[in-house]
């Protein structure tokens, strides 16, 4: 999870703001819970991105919160770079996250 700059987060509260992005790295076990269940719960929450890193399908699937709904994702795979207007001067080569 990740929060604003502005926001400040106390480590032992029991309830913290919502956070501005969210990564779920998909599993086999995983997968449709992810999809399905956390993401609707994000969304409603109000966190603004929501990812999916696939490591089987090498993809990343960026999903960015509009009207209280994500709309369609952003698909990124090898040979992408991911620079998003929110979080300006991130530079994400989506090929760095595989091993190999």
């Known amino acids: 999870m990740g929060f604003s700059p502005d926001i400040q987060v106390a480590p032992k509260a029991t309830y913290n703001p919502?956070?501005?992005l969210v990564v779920e790295v998909l599993s086999r076990g995983t997968k449709k819970l992810d999809r399905n269940e956390k993401k609707a719960a994000c969304a409603q929450a109000g966190v603004q991105l929501y990812i999916l890193v696939d490591p089987d399908?090498?993809?990343?699937?960026v999903y960015s919160l509009q009207n209280a709904k994500y709309g369609a994702p952003q698909i990124l795979k090898s040979g992408d770079v991911w620079q998003p207007e929110e979080l300006a001067g991130l530079k994400l080569e989506v090929e760095k996250l595989w091993f190999k």
């Open 18 to 20: 919502v956070p501005f």
């Open 57 to 61: 399908a090498q993809t990343m699937e």
